[in-house]
């Protein structure tokens, strides 16, 4: 049974910095992307940033480019996201996702979800 699971969120104040994981297992994931998407209330989900399993191919939406970066630890099947320069509009449900090549790298098509971590961040 495939589980990805979040920690790392919390609350912030504007300008800080959050680092979110996710622990991913139950499957081999070499031929997966493995990323992160949010959904903040009354929104609907957007991708933020992904990464492909060996970690050479990195992803970002224009929103988070220059502030987040997204990193992979193989060996302990977890991937990162640090977030710098956080900004109110980046509360939201942060959600870690894998999605199987080449159908994540065609359609940004999601396979796996977790359950969300909370990022609030305070003006």
């Known amino acids: 049974q495939v589980q990805l699971v979040e920690s790392g969120g919390g609350l912030v104040q504007a300008g800080g910095s959050l680092r979110l994981s996710c622990a991913a297992s139950g499957r081999t994931f070499t031929s997966y992307t493995m990323g992160w998407t949010r959904q903040a209330p009354g929104k609907e989900r957007e991708f933020v940033a992904a990464i492909s399993w060996n970690g050479i191919n990195t992803y970002y939406a224009d929103s988070v480019k220059g502030r987040f970066t997204v990193s992979i630890d193989n060996a302990e099947n977890t991937v990162y996201l640090q977030m710098n320069s956080l900004k109110p509009e980046d509360t939201a449900v942060y959600y870690c996702?894998?999605?199987?090549?080449?159908?994540?790298?065609?359609?940004?098509?999601?396979?796996?979800w977790g359950q969300g971590t909370q990022v609030t961040v305070s003006s």
């Open positions: 996702a894998a999605g199987h090549d080449p159908v994540w790298i065609a359609t940004r098509k999601w396979n796996y």
